[in-house]
């Protein structure tokens, strides 16, 4: 059996009850750090469920999946995964590849970004199409023009576009708002249909589930030079704002 435990959003304290127990009554118990980063510390989670726990990198999710998968054939294997266990879509082809194979899984879901973002303020209902921001090297582009698209038809219908920043998990690099917003800035000057400038009002969210999560709304201008602290960040470009939105938001304006 394959168990998929979601970690929730800062640490240890965040798995769910059940998690806890499935992961005591496991034979052998993974982690994965690559889709986002957990502010968790491993060996306490070691201690809390009495078992070694062994890291997983992308290849052996991914390429080497079979090998994985061949373990939960006959023994009760935990997979921890930062977040909600099926945000990244990883996830849900380690699950199809499970079930071809006669494998039983089961899903115990926590807390993601997705639901997180509610904190600043905004309506969940009202986002459209989620974007990831690479880092420029990894593309030909500074921003590849789909993505540039997508952003633009968010705007265009009215709705919050969520904008997750690239992570280079083998080298522990996590994009920053500002290098984020320079990608979008570059992009809006080779396409010019105003969609990203330095007069647009951004939300910049971090330390999500966190004691002491991050706020911070305010124009491009006036936020690219800012430091932001502890990664990972998501950048929110809102689209017209409802007035209970504008209301809650004005508290984490930058003057």
Same mark, same amino acid.
């Given at each position: 059996?394959? *168990? @998929?435990?979601?970690?929730?959003?800062?640490?240890?304290?965040?798995?769910?009850?059940?998690?806890?127990?499935?992961?005591?009554?496991?034979?052998?118990?993974?982690?994965?750090?690559?889709?986002?980063?957990?502010?968790?510390?491993? %060996?306490?989670?070691?201690?809390?469920?009495?078992?070694?726990?062994?890291? @997983?990198?992308?290849?052996?999710?991914?390429?080497?999946?079979?090998?994985? @998968?061949?373990?939960?054939?006959?023994?009760?294997?935990?997979?921890?995964?930062?977040?909600?266990?099926?945000?990244? *879509?990883? !996830?849900?082809?380690?699950?199809?590849?499970?079930?071809?194979?006669?494998? %039983?899984?089961?899903?115990? !879901?926590?807390?993601?970004?997705?639901?997180?973002?509610?904190? *600043?303020?905004? !309506?969940?209902?009202?986002?459209?199409?989620?974007? *990831?921001?690479?880092?420029?090297?990894?593309?030909?582009?500074?921003?590849?023009?789909?993505?540039? $698209?997508?952003?633009?038809?968010? +705007?265009?219908?009215?709705?919050?576009?969520?904008?997750? &920043?690239?992570?280079?998990?083998?080298? $522990?690099?996590?994009?920053?708002?500002?290098?984020?917003?320079?990608?979008?800035?570059?992009?809006?000057?080779?396409?010019?249909?105003?969609?990203?400038?330095?007069?647009?009002?951004?939300?910049?969210?971090?330390?999500?589930?966190?004691?002491?999560?991050?706020?911070?709304?305010? +124009?491009? +201008?006036?936020?690219?030079? +800012?430091?932001?602290?502890?990664?990972?960040?998501?950048?929110?470009?809102?689209?017209?704002?409802?007035?209970?939105?504008?209301?809650? &938001?004005?508290?984490?304006?930058? %003057?």
């Amino acid at each position: 059996m394959l *168990t @998929l435990i979601g970690l929730g959003l800062w640490n240890e304290e965040d798995i769910v009850l059940r998690g806890f127990r499935k992961a005591r009554n496991a034979d052998t118990v993974y982690i994965e750090f690559y889709t986002s980063k957990w502010h968790g510390n491993i %060996k306490k989670l070691e201690r809390m469920i009495g078992k070694e726990i062994k890291i @997983l990198n992308r290849e052996d999710l991914e390429e080497k999946s079979s090998e994985f @998968l061949e373990e939960a054939k006959d023994k009760k294997v935990v997979l921890f995964v930062p977040g909600d266990p099926l945000v990244a *879509t990883t !996830h849900s082809s380690l699950l199809t590849d499970a079930k071809k194979r006669g494998i %039983k899984t089961e899903i115990i !879901h926590n807390a993601s970004i997705y639901s997180a973002i509610a904190e *600043t303020g905004l !309506h969940i209902y009202r986002f459209g199409v989620t974007i *990831t921001i690479p880092f420029p090297e990894k593309t030909s582009d500074q921003l590849p023009l789909s993505t540039y $698209e997508r952003i633009r038809v968010n +705007k265009k219908r009215d709705l919050h576009t969520l904008l997750l &920043l690239d992570v280079i998990s083998e080298k $522990e690099r996590y994009m920053e708002p500002n290098e984020g917003m320079q990608v979008l800035l570059n992009a809006e000057e080779k396409m010019g249909k105003d969609v990203f400038t330095e007069d647009t009002e951004i939300v910049v969210f971090s330390r999500a589930g966190s004691e002491n999560p991050l706020i911070i709304f305010g +124009k491009v +201008k006036d936020l690219i030079n +800012k430091g932001f602290g502890e990664p990972p960040f998501v950048i929110i470009l809102p689209a017209r704002l409802h007035f209970s939105e504008s209301e809650y &938001l004005e508290f984490f304006r930058v %003057k």
